[in-house]
């Protein structure tokens, strides 16, 4: 069972450019979070979809960010008009419906985006 | 929104001794409470987790207690090795009911396991 898969693993753009992460969650799972990490520091909450649905995006910044999770295919954060404060590691999450009410959240690999 | 403070920020120790790292948390109604590893460059990885109607929990060298009215939590690693030498986040989620929740993670504790 392969876990979650994200790509790139590395990406570089310069400013103002649009900068695409995706993000396949575990087999199985419907339930899919974003988690920035800024340099030697702690990962912060994004946003949080289900299939077609986002459901909480609190953590999300209102200007440049977005995110969707289509009924086919990966989820995909999408950031326009990079700026240099938007490099960092953006990590994904995934949780299924099944296995009791607290569900592990298990990462992918991580984005690495470098704005230049 | 919920809190969530970790201490100490860096933890050195020798080989065999033991580790503990505590996190508190701010919203009472917080019920799951996980901790990962992530080495450098890795994702993270959940190492153990406890729920808000469990005190203890332990799972060979690595243990986790809960303290509800003082909302705070540790972890305890025993019998360090320098494979355990990694960044470890404490994390908080409240469902608010439901089964599912964006985590709120800690600011990460450095650990060092001197051979």
């Known amino acids: 069972n392969a876990g979650v898969m994200q790509n790139p693993r590395h990406l570089v753009r310069r400013r103002g450019q649009e900068a695409r992460l995706r993000c396949s969650p575990m087999?199985?799972?419907?339930?899919v979070y974003w988690y920035r990490q800024l340099p030697e520091e702690g990962l912060k909450f994004m946003v949080y979809?289900?299939?077609?649905?986002?459901?909480?995006e609190s953590g999300m910044p209102k200007e440049r960010f977005s995110a969707e999770f289509p009924k086919e295919g990966p989820s995909i954060l999408r950031i326009q008009q990079v700026v240099r404060g938007d490099s960092a590691a953006y990590f994904c999450a995934s949780t299924g419906t099944s296995g009791g009410t607290y569900n592990e959240q298990f990462f992918g690999p991580g984005t690495r985006l470098t704005v230049l | 929104g919920e809190n969530v403070e970790q201490h100490p920020s860096t933890l050195s120790v020798q080989e065999g001794d033991s580790a503990v790292i505590k996190c508190t948390y701010s919203?009472?109604?917080?019920?799951?409470f996980p901790w990962y590893k992530q080495e450098l460059g890795k994702r993270p990885q959940l190492i153990i987790d406890i729920r808000s109607n469990v005190g203890e929990k332990k799972d060979q060298r690595i243990a986790v207690t809960l303290n509800k009215t003082a909302k705070h939590f540790s972890l305890h690693i025993t019998e360090t090795q320098p494979e355990d030498s990694a960044v470890y986040f404490c994390a908080v989620k409240n469902a608010g009911g439901t089964s599912y929740g964006k985590l709120t993670f800690g600011q990460g504790t450095i650990l060092t396991v001197h051979p």
């Open positions: 087999k199985g799972h419907s339930h």
């Open positions: 919203d009472s109604a917080s019920n799951y």
């Open positions: 979809l289900q299939k077609e649905n986002i459901i909480d």
